[in-house]
């Protein structure tokens, strides 16, 4: 009997405690410096080498996710260049390959870097495309694609993320 009545109080507390109203909090967006902090990452999330050959004819595809929490009225804008600053063999733009657009055409770097631009500033994923020229030069070939990012009303930042393709 005596164990009846510990289970009946304690099943009463378990009620009371389980029946509360949920306190809902309203918590802050965060620290003022961080708003307008963004995440650029490759899908799936890290930074394996890709090794493609030179006579791919279809477009090497590096995925690119852009993490916001936000909807901002201004576009976020991020920098990505290919770089060959010490790589043995590097992969020569206009020779190895060309960056292009989904449909293929060439783009253009302005200064050295190309842009991604993300409306509003809201998570999406989009695409770094490169066309293989099939150059039969012999050998493996590197490049490195490095992000810079511009944060709203700040100077350029350097950014960490890099992708290395490889080819041969």
């Known amino acids: 009997m005596?164990?009846?009545t510990y289970f009946a109080f304690l099943l009463t507390g378990m009620i009371l405690f389980a029946s509360c109203e949920k306190d809902e909090h309203e918590y802050p967006d965060g620290l003022h410096e961080y708003d307008h902090h963004y995440y650029l990452a490759y899908l799936p999330n890290n930074n394996a080498n890709v090794v493609v050959q030179r006579t791919q004819t279809t477009l090497v595809k590096f995925p690119v996710q852009f993490y916001s929490a936000f909807t901002r009225p201004y576009d976020a804008t991020t920098y990505y260049a290919i770089v060959n600053d010490g790589i043995t063999t590097p992969a020569i733009l206009g020779v190895d390959?060309?960056?292009v657009n989904k449909d293929g055409v060439t783009i253009e770097p302005v200064n050295g870097?190309?842009?991604m631009t993300f409306p509003q500033a809201v998570r999406k994923t989009d695409t770094i495309y490169l066309k293989m020229l099939n150059?039969?030069?012999p050998g493996t070939r590197k490049l490195e694609v490095h992000y810079q990012h511009r944060r709203h009303g700040c100077t350029d930042r350097f950014g960490?993320?890099?992708r290395i393709a490889?080819?041969?």
Request: aromatic content about 16%.
């Open 160 to 162: 960490i993320i890099q």
């Open 2 to 4: 005596k164990h009846l």
């Open 97 to 99: 390959y060309q960056v």
């Open 113 to 115: 870097k190309y842009s």
């Open 135 to 137: 150059n039969t030069t």
């Open 166 to 168: 490889e080819y041969r």
